[in-house]
């Protein structure tokens, strides 16, 4: 059975939809809330990045410190960060190098970036300096381009 247009009265049904007008509206405050928050989430990305890099060179310090436990002393330079996943070949050969490794799935991480970590041993800040070159790759930069550093983290 089919209502009649008075029923649909009675009922406080409507059959029309929005009209331009009110579409509109609803599309410039949806305007208006993206150009505010959009912004604020625009550099997240690489806020996270940098946040990554700073855990990963954590990690590797405590696979460094594992090391030394085991060998008396840090990877030199030429030995490089390989040194925690394959028993170096030159250089002070490690005695006591743990079957496995130090590090995680066997490889060393690349940086956020995919470039390889700066590992320099004996260091000029401590025994060893670790440092990522942040989002350009290079040596120094500032905002993401700045190198996060094992020795500036806490």
């Known amino acids: 059975m089919m209502k009649s247009r008075s029923a649909n009265k009675r009922t406080g049904y409507s059959e029309q939809g929005f009209t331009l007008i009110e ?35 954590q990690s590797i310090e405590q696979a460094l410190k594992l090391y030394k436990l085991d060998n008396g002393k840090y990877p030199t330079t030429e030995q490089g960060l390989r040194a925690l996943v394959e028993p170096p070949a030159t250089g002070n050969l490690a005695k006591k190098w743990r079957t496995g490794g130090y590090l995680e799935k066997g490889t060393v991480p690349k940086d956020p970036w995919d470039n390889d970590f700066v590992y320099i041993s004996p260091g000029l800040h401590g025994d060893y300096d670790l440092s990522s070159h942040g989002a350009d790759g290079q040596a120094g930069g500032e905002g993401f381009d700045a190198d996060i550093n094992s020795w500036e983290l806490k």
Do not use: N, S
Not at 29 to 53: C, H, N, Q, S, Y
């Open 23 to 57: 579409l509109m509206v609803v599309l410039v405050i949806i305007g208006i809330l993206a150009g505010l928050v959009v912004p604020r989430f625009m550099d997240k990305p690489e806020e996270a990045r940098r946040t990554k890099a700073a855990i990963q060179i």
